[in-house]
Each structure stands twice: as C-alpha cells, then as structure tokens.
C-alpha cells in the first residue's frame, strides 16, 4: 500500500460512516490504524518545542504523537462541518499558509499538495456555500475526514521538517481554530461527565448561531478567525513580509470581531 493510499482509505472511513453511521469507538480505532500507517511511510512528528527548553527530540513518542496528530485533526474538521461552507473554507485557508510556509522553508512537494487541496476547497466552495439558497453539494464525513488528514499530514511533512522553533510551532498555529474547537468541546464534556464521542452543540460555529448570528455571517467570522492565526504563523515563520500579513489579518479579525458583537447586540436588544 503506498502513501496515497492513507488518504483513500480515511476517506473510505468516512463515507462508510455516512451510510452506515459507524459507532464512535470503531471510527476512531480505523483512524488510528491509518494513522499508524501513515507513520510507518514517513509522515511523522519527530520534535518537538517546550517552553524555556526549546526542541526537545520525542524519540519513541513520536508514533503515538504523531498517530493521535492525524486522528486528531481529521475529527477536529469534521467536527467544524457543521454549517455549509465551513469546512471547506477552513481548510483552504489552512492549505494555503502551509503552501506558503511550505514554500518558504524550501518543502516544494508538500507546498504542491497543498495547493491543490486549497484550490479543490476554493472549487468545492462555489457549490457549497450558498448564501441565498441550499447547498448543491456536501462533502460528508468522507470529505472532512479527507481534508483533515491531509492538513495534519501535509503540516507535518511540509513544515516540520526543518529543525528550528518556529517550524515545531507552525502547524499547531495555522490549524488553531478546528484544533482549539475540537480540545475545548472535549474537556468540556469530559469536566461534565460525559463521553467526549457524544455529539452536541457547543461548537464554536453552534454557540454563534445560539447567540444570534446568522450561519452565513458564522462561517465568515470563522473564516477571519482562521485567516488570523494564519497570518500569525506566517509572521511567527520569520519571512520577511510576514509581520505585514499579520498585521492585515489582525485589522480584518477586529472587524469581523465587531460586526459579530454588533450582531449578537441587536439580537439581545430586540429580545
């Protein structure tokens, strides 16, 4: 089996899940095992950074690592998969900073990959975010296992492979937003007593809505937020125009920012 095949077999968990509806501890034991494949060809985390004690080599932790990783970030979005358009549009964000930090740290092929996946979510989006009427398209649990496994593996084999701060730290920055989501609404049930596999609504995308903002004007708040930390990683990369991205990607974050206040505001003044 070569390496392609990770990414078609996590995509077949998926879409056996959207017409069979796998129990949670089975999809997640799959996941693991193409994770573990994929480590057994090359992808995997092999430092990493530490406050006040820099890159620190993970030796055999690196599997598990590196294993959970990938399992990780495929749940994280297909757990933001939530509203139409989000998904997509999240991960071809996330795509297209790790073209370009891919690019900048002189990792060609990882940065190839990544843009053809940011190009296929920009294409997908035509036919899924559909501000005015239903989505014509979706992408299912196949297509959000698909997209987050290539991220966290393209992150790791396009950015962490040169051995300095900034590059251990990239990933975790550029996929903040799903990664963030996906530990919060964890520890949270867990701090509740609940199975961290039981669906619920306190996405960050459900808890917008609740609040009283529209799902379109969710999805484009979510897609600032991720634009941010994008240009934050890009900056914190140390290319030479980089503190200028963050520096747009911050003043589009305060907009955004206050348009949904403003939003949720006026929903709780008419109430």
């Not at 053809?116 to 989006?125: K, N, Q, R, V, Y």
Request: aromatic fraction near 12%; charge should be positive; charged fraction near 10%.
């Amino acid at each position: 089996m070569g390496r392609n095949d990770r990414w078609s077999v996590i995509f077949c968990i998926g879409l056996a899940d959207d017409f069979f509806n796998l129990p949670a501890l089975s999809r997640l034991v799959l996941q693991l095992l193409v994770s573990s494949l994929a480590w057994l060809v090359g992808v995997r985390i092999e430092f990493i950074t530490l406050p006040f004690l820099g890159i620190v080599q993970l030796g055999l932790l690196n599997f598990p690592i590196t294993v959970l990783w990938l399992a990780g970030i495929a749940n994280a979005v297909n757990w933001i998969d939530g509203l139409d358009g989000l998904a997509a549009g999240v991960s071809g964000i996330a795509a297209l900073v790790i073209l370009i930090t891919s690019l900048f740290m002189n990792q060609p092929a990882a940065g190839l990959i990544a843009a053809a996946l940011s190009g296929g979510c920009i294409a997908f989006l035509r036919y899924n975010f559909k501000p005015d009427r239903p989505a014509e398209i979706f992408m299912g649990d196949g297509g959000a296992y698909y997209l987050g496994f290539t991220l966290a593996g393209i992150s790791v084999i396009g950015v962490v492979k040169t051995v300095a701060t900034a590059a251990v730290i990239l990933p975790y920055i550029i996929l903040a937003v799903p990664l963030c989501d996906a530990l919060t609404v964890i520890f949270t049930r867990l701090w509740k007593g609940q199975s961290p596999f039981v669906a619920d609504k306190r996405h960050l995308h459900h808890r917008l809505v609740a609040a009283g903002v529209s799902k379109r004007h969710t999805v484009l708040f979510i897609y600032a937020l991720t634009l941010w930390v994008g240009s934050l990683a890009l900056a914190f990369s140390g290319m030479t125009a980089g503190g200028t991205y963050a520096a747009i990607g911050t003043v589009i974050m305060i907009y955004a920012s206050w348009r949904t206040w403003r939003r949720v505001h006026q929903k709780q003044i008419s109430k």
